[in-house]
């Protein structure tokens, strides 16, 4: 099969389209033949080994498998022996390791039905991003109808997908974002949107009570100046700082959390089953909609995750893995 392929961490240059053999299934797992995968932030991290923190999961040294991509769509190829779920022949979409190849393996618990009305392309958008944002705002912060929540980055990957399920939970949502996203925030449902380059949301007296941060461009205390009393800040990037900085960048919120009224928060987000069916079911009613800014071929991996760094990118960047 053909796959992209990272010999050593560094720079997306380094990624090269090779022949490699088909992953083995084991008694619990499924094989499917990728039609589309979807990049997120970590696969940036991912390729270049930085920051130092994530080769604890994906190899000290060099890459432990060495294919980039956490999400797909695609038709089921094979299965292990225990697989009930699924079997040959169905449309899936998941969580994997390795998505940007012609095959990929995962757990039987990490996929589901493919979206019937969604395209592989958008299919393959939702897992990993869409999951981040439901397990956000469903189980940590626990939104309630009414809440005034805010989401800095919303016109991102995980951004999108915030607002539009904020929304759905009965929230007032405030989105932020650019100036050239304002327009499609608002048709994502954002009761109101902030372009940060005019509007500083932490100096303009409004306060809510959830503040849903993918950024982490500002300092604690200004998103603290934006909370209510007792609000809650969930915090879902810990970039914009490296080395002892990025450590204390992220393990600073849960030292003070305890000794503020302020809840803050970092949390980890765990592909499921599920949960990918209670987003497969917000697309079937209409609350949920992929949003794809870029769909490059498997060739252009490395294109597609020079642009995700750039930090720009309107939802998803999608990888066109072919029929």
Aim: net charge neutral.
């Amino acid at each position: 099969m053909q796959a992209i392929i990272q010999d050593h961490y560094g720079a997306p240059d380094l990624l090269q389209l090779r022949d490699i053999a088909r992953p083995a299934v084991g008694d619990g797992e499924v094989r499917v033949r990728v039609r589309a995968a979807a990049l997120h932030a970590g696969d940036c991290f991912g390729v270049r080994g930085t920051p130092f923190l994530m080769r604890m999961e994906t190899g000290l040294w060099k890459p432990k498998y060495g294919v980039p991509g956490y999400d797909f769509a695609g038709y089921v190829e094979a299965v292990g022996k225990s697989v009930t779920r699924v079997r040959a022949g169905d449309e899936v979409f998941g969580a994997c390791e390795g998505s940007c190849a012609e095959y990929t393996v995962t757990a039987e618990d990490k996929l589901a039905a493919k979206p019937s009305g969604l395209s592989f392309q958008q299919a393959a958008a939702i897992p990993t991003s869409g999951l981040a944002a439901l397990h956000a705002l469903r189980d940590v912060a626990k939104v309630q109808a009414g809440q005034q929540v805010m989401i800095n980055g919303a016109s991102g990957g995980v951004g999108t997908y915030a607002v539009q399920i904020a929304k759905s939970m009965g929230a007032e949502v405030t989105g932020v974002c650019g100036t050239d996203n304002v327009d499609m925030v608002r048709s994502l449902g954002a009761d109101h949107v902030f372009d940060y380059r005019n509007h500083d949301f932490a100096a303009g007296g409004r306060q809510f009570d959830l503040i849903f941060d993918n950024i982490e461009n500002r300092s604690l205390a200004d998103c603290r100046r934006a909370l209510k009393p007792t609000g809650m800040l969930i915090l879902n990037s810990g970039t914009g700082a490296k080395g002892i900085k990025l450590l204390v960048r992220i393990i600073k919120p849960l030292l003070l959390s305890p000794m503020v009224r302020h809840t803050l928060r970092r949390y980890l987000s765990v592909p499921n089953h599920d949960d990918l069916v209670v987003l497969t079911e917000m697309t079937k009613a209409g609350t949920l909609t992929p949003v794809i800014d870029r769909i490059y071929p498997l060739a252009e991996t490395p294109d597609a995750i020079r642009y995700l760094e750039q930090g720009h990118a309107k939802g998803k960047v999608v990888i066109d893995v072919g029929s």
